[in-house]
């Protein structure tokens, strides 16, 4: 039995693998025919890369050296971008779609905390915890979107930071509470993970809202690692 969960997580990896990879293709195609912007499309990246990889977590098995698979597929993805962020590995497409200002060097910052926030919460957490799976959405869907529809439509800019906007600071309230919630709701019905979920969405909105003024403080590239941090720890410090 182990060894036909093995045979199935080995082609649940190279799916995901596919499914990751079509998702940058597309994304790319879009920016390069000029349907997204260079900005919008590092958000789009940003948001939906992380929001696809766990909705492939339910090709694994149950086993428990699935997440290994899983968190492999991150795993490689941030050793590449940081090898590319010191300048080893040459690859201009990347560089430009995951930085601001086209400097490789950005990799080794924002991006990279990304890539290893996530891996961690695959590794560690896997689809047993809220805490792990909340994380990585409020690092995702709060913080692309908040980027997204702050400079499309951030008009009211916030007194304590010019850089960012109310509208920027209430998308990343809104989207991480709903994905949250909707992600959440998926892995309770599929038994994935148990708990009693009476303060569960109290919790997360307190936790969403604290996220969401963390997130607007003038971090600068130290953003992904300072919401997922907060996410964590406090949804852990309230048992879930």
Request: a positive charge; hydrophobic letters at 55%.
């Amino acid at each position: 039995m182990k060894a036909i969960n093995a045979y199935h997580d080995l082609i649940a990896f190279f799916v995901s693998c596919g499914i990751a990879g079509g998702f940058l293709a597309l994304n790319e195609l879009a920016n390069k025919k000029g349907w997204v912007s260079a900005n919008s499309s590092r958000k789009l990246v940003h948001t939906g890369q992380g929001l696809i990889f766990i909705m492939c977590w339910g090709l694994f098995s149950n086993n428990f050296e699935a997440r290994y698979y899983a968190a492999s597929i991150v795993f490689i993805l941030t050793i590449y971008i940081g090898l590319v962020g010191l300048g080893v590995i040459i690859d201009r497409k990347l560089i430009a779609s995951l930085s601001r200002t086209g400097d490789r060097r950005e990799l080794l910052i924002g991006p990279l905390c990304y890539g290893a926030a996530i891996t961690y919460s695959t590794a560690v957490y896997w689809k047993h915890s809220a805490a792990g799976v909340a994380s990585i959405i409020i690092l995702c869907a709060g913080d692309g979107m908040a980027g997204l529809v702050g400079s499309l439509y951030g008009r009211d800019r916030l007194f304590w930071n010019r850089q960012k906007s109310f509208q920027g600071l209430m998308a990343f309230a809104m989207s991480s509470f709903i994905v949250s919630e909707l992600y959440i709701m998926v892995f309770l019905l599929n038994r994935w993970m148990v708990f009693d979920p009476a303060w569960w969405s109290v919790v997360l909105g307190l936790v969403v809202f604290l996220c969401a003024l963390v997130e607007s403080l003038p971090w600068g590239a130290w953003d992904n690692a300072a919401v997922y941090l907060i996410a964590l720890i406090s949804l852990r410090y309230f048992g879930f």
